[in-house]
C-alpha cells in the first residue's frame, strides 16, 4: 500500500503565503507524475499544480506566478509554495501521487492523500 501525508494548511490572510507538503511512503518502486488539486465547497475538484518525472510542469491559469510546485523524487515528496493567496484560494488541498509503481507486486496505482484546508479570511 501507498500512503500520502499532507500538512501546512492553515489560515492565512488575503496576499500572505503558504507552503503544503506531502510525503508518500509505503510499497513505492517509483512515482510518474505527482500534484496538488484542491475542492472548495461545492465545487468540483480541479487541478492546481503537476510535475512529472522528467516532463513540463502544469498549472492551474488562475495561479500561474503565484504557486511554484516542487518535487524531490528520491524522497517522494512534493511541496506547493503559495504566495499572494486570495479569497477563491480558500479550499481543500489535496495531494496525487499518479502511476505509482508499486516496489512488491510490480502493480500501477494512483493515490490520494486526505486533504489539508486552506482558508484564506481577513
Known amino acids: 500500500q501507498v500512503q500520502l501525508e499532507e500538512s501546512g494548511g492553515g489560515l492565512v490572510q488575503p496576499g500572505g503565503s503558504l507552503r503544503l507538503a506531502c510525503k508518500a511512503s509505503?510499497?513505492?518502486?517509483?512515482?510518474?507524475?505527482m500534484a496538488w488539486y484542491r475542492q472548495a465547497p461545492g465545487k468540483e475538484r480541479e487541478l492546481v499544480a503537476r510535475v512529472p518525472s522528467g516532463g513540463e510542469t502544469k498549472y492551474a491559469d488562475s495561479v500561474k506566478g503565484r504557486f511554484t510546485i516542487s518535487r524531490d523524487t528520491a524522497k517522494n515528496t512534493v511541496a506547493l509554495q503559495m504566495n499572494g493567496l486570495k479569497l477563491e484560494d480558500t479550499a481543500l488541498y489535496f495531494c496525487?501521487?499518479?502511476?505509482?509503481?508499486?516496489?512488491?507486486?510490480?502493480?500501477?496505482?494512483?493515490?490520494w492523500g486526505r486533504g489539508t484546508q486552506v482558508t484564506v479570511s481577513s
Open positions: 509505503g510499497e513505492i518502486f517509483r512515482i510518474y507524475a
Open positions: 496525487y501521487a499518479e502511476r505509482v509503481l508499486h516496489s512488491t507486486t510490480g502493480r500501477w496505482g494512483d493515490y
